[in-house]
Each structure stands twice: as C-alpha cells, then as structure tokens.
C-alpha cells in the first residue's frame, strides 16, 4: 500500500498511528477480521477455509488472533451469530 501511495512504510505506518492510533498492521487485522466476520455469518465455508481465503498459512494462527480481537473464537462467534 505504502508503494501505490509512493510513501515509504515507515512514514505511512507513522501517518496512520497518528491519525487513528493504530498501526498499520492493527488496522489490517481489523479488516481481516471484520471480512472473516461476514464469511462466518454465511456458515458456508470451515474457519480453516475462511482462514486461507484470507491469507493465514496456519488457520491455529487466525484462531488466536480472531479470539483476541473479538473475545470469542472463530466457532464460538458463528454459534453467536446463528442463534
């Protein structure tokens, strides 16, 4: 992203910090997650399916990070959502 915006990743990194608090890595997994959300309300796809489709090589490692984000497991949030 930094490249299309002819910014070095060091300075985009900094200008989001400073415009939202986050870094830039914070805000791309709050994306993934929020993708991984409406794949999870669809109930179609397994977590380790909608874990590749996003780009985890190790579905253990999207578990993790979609329970720290959102309190809830992967399976658990889909329980959620279902009833």
Do not use: C, W
């Not at 179609?44 to 489709?53: F, K, M, P």
């Not at 578990?63 to 309190?71: D, E, I, P």
């Amino acid at each position: 992203m930094a490249e299309q915006l002819h910014l070095s990743p060091r300075y985009l990194s900094d200008l989001l910090r400073q415009e939202t608090g986050k870094t830039a890595l914070e805000l791309i997994h709050l994306a993934l997650i929020s993708e991984a959300k409406n794949s999870l309300r669809l109930g179609n796809q397994t977590v380790s399916e909608i874990a590749y489709e996003l780009g985890f090589e190790n579905s253990s490692y999207f578990a993790r990070l979609f329970k720290k984000q959102t309190g809830m497991t992967p399976v658990e949030y889909r329980k959620a959502q279902l009833n």
